[in-house]
């Protein structure tokens, strides 16, 4: 069972940035894809950010220019700057084999969230 924790969100005002993270154990970097999804309130989860095993990323046209996923031995990070009051949600990673796939019902792996809140 691999688990994943995330931290790093809190309240910040338009324009002010967050760095999120997404422990997990230190090898499973190796062979697996994190996404990092977000689901604003009354609002299905969406998919925002992937890094692949191999590191190739991807990213929602809603947040590209904006945010940056990154990963090290066993987090995987989500820069977010310029935060809008859009950007207010619940944000989750979740894990795949291998590569970013774009269903999150193909993830096998969630954390239990951590909620962003940008408010003016």
């Known amino acids: 069972q691999l688990q994943l924790v995330e931290s790093g969100g809190g309240l910040v005002q338009p324009g002010e940035s967050l760095r999120l993270s997404c422990r997990t154990d230190?090898?499973?970097?190796?062979?697996?894809?994190i996404s990092w999804y977000y689901q604003a309130p009354g609002k299905e989860r969406e998919g925002i950010s992937c890094i692949s095993f191999d590191g190739s990323t991807s990213y929602a046209d809603s947040v590209k220019g904006r945010f940056t996923i990154s990963k090290d031995k066993n987090t995987v990070y989500l820069q977010m700057n310029n935060l809008q009051l859009e950007d207010t949600g619940v944000y989750y990673c979740a894990a795949v084999s291998r590569y970013c796939l774009g269903s999150e019902f193909a993830y096998d792996y969630w954390g239990q969230g951590t909620q962003v809140t940008v408010s003016a």
């Open positions: 230190e090898w499973a970097l190796s062979y697996y894809a």
